[in-house]
């Protein structure tokens, strides 16, 4: 079946210093999300990805979506303690309506 | 705040006992998604419904079923519970109904079984 694999599952990293997770599917996506779940909260959005190769950036965060639209990553520079919880990618799932969730990545950031 | 509503926030039951909970869409959102996270895991998606219709179906065991009525608010039946069952059952929502929007979640109930 489908699956939507993220790596690292955890990650501590020292404030001021950049955090990376890849988000790698085992089928092409038309689209990718990111989402991010603050400790305690539900999931929100950050932001889509369509085009292959599309690049995106929101302040310190940059999301990439690889050519061939079966992988993407989320970069993070210079880590702020907001930037704490963890980070899902999700894509539609093959042939049906529904968002298919990674594993997700947990970010804990030392102050 | 996501415009999304879930009743109850947390709820306390024993095994074999029935639950409904209780999700209320954004203002236009047409589709309802129910999701279900235990402790430190990713969101497993149970189940869709679109403007009143079974959109698409998880991995939801045969103890639950949904529905959405006709002013799109949705519920979750939870039966015969186990000890298994205690999670975060999140409801989403979004504008329409395929795979490519983004989806809004409500703050979630904790249900635990005890």
């Known amino acids: 079946g489908q699956q939507v694999m993220q790596i690292p599952q955890y990650q501590h990293v020292q404030e001021g210093e950049d955090f990376t997770t890849y988000c790698n599917s085992s089928?092409?996506?038309?689209?990718i999300q990111w989402y991010k779940q603050r400790p305690g909260g539900h999931p929100v959005f950050l932001i889509q990805l369509v085009k292959s190769g599309e690049v995106k950036k929101q302040k310190r965060l940059t999301f990439q979506f690889g050519e061939a639209k079966k992988n993407s990553s989320l970069h993070i520079t210079a880590t702020q303690t907001t930037d704490v919880g963890t980070y899902f990618c999700a894509g539609p799932e093959t042939g049906a309506n529904n968002l298919f969730f990674g594993t997700g990545t947990r970010l804990t950031v030392i102050p | 705040d996501s415009g999304v509503t879930q009743t109850p926030k947390h709820l306390i039951t024993a095994t074999g006992q029935r639950v409904t909970l209780r999700c209320s869409p954004r203002s236009g959102d047409l589709s309802v998604y129910w999701y279900q996270q235990s402790l430190d895991q990713g969101l497993q998606f149970l189940i869709q419904?679109?403007?009143?219709?079974?959109?698409a179906k998880g991995n939801i065991l045969e103890r639950f079923s949904a529905q959405q009525f006709p002013d799109l608010h949705s519920e979750l039946n939870l039966s015969s519970l186990e000890l298994g069952d205690s999670a975060l059952y999140f409801c989403?929502?979004?504008?329409?109904?395929?795979?490519?929007?983004?989806?809004?979640f409500g703050p979630g109930t904790r249900l635990t079984v005890l």
């Open positions: 089928t092409t996506l038309s689209n």
């Open positions: 989403a929502s979004s504008v329409s109904g395929t795979g490519s929007i983004e989806q809004f």
């Open positions: 419904y679109y403007n009143g219709e079974e959109r």
